[in-house]
């Protein structure tokens, strides 16, 4: 089994930063592409930024130049640094991960989120 765990959320005022993390555990043999999410209730899921194993990143245009996906495979840990926030930003925030397990399966997790409020 393998768990990701998301920390880092909380209430911020307008133009402020905050760092998400996410901690992969469990039965990990290598932790490919992860990516951070998020949905506003009522709305879809969608992409913040992702970051290969290999560190290439991507970035959905609204969060470019203000989010910085980074990751340390030693740990096992990806973190999203967001600067300049806005109110919406506002929304639950999730991880996602590609992982090759000890018996050699690839399969996507997911996190359980971690709420992000921006106040204006």
């Known amino acids: 089994q393998v768990q990701l765990v998301e920390s880092g959320g909380g209430l911020v005022q307008a133009g402020g930063s905050l760092r998400l993390s996410c901690v992969a555990s469990g039965s990990i043999f290598r932790l490919n592409t992860v990516g951070w999410h998020r949905q506003v209730s009522g709305k879809q899921r969608e992409l913040v930024a992702a970051i290969t194993r290999g560190g290439i990143t991507t970035y959905a245009d609204s969060m470019k130049g203000r989010f910085t996906i980074s990751r340390d495979n030693a740990k096992n840990t990806v973190d999203l640094q967001m600067n300049s926030l806005k109110p919406e930003d506002t929304a639950v925030y999730y991880c996602?991960?590609?992982?090759?397990?000890?018996?050699?399966?690839?399969?996507?997790?997911w996190g359980q989120g971690t709420q992000v409020t921006v106040s204006s």
């Open positions: 996602n991960a590609n992982v090759q397990d000890l018996l050699g399966r690839v399969r996507d997790y």
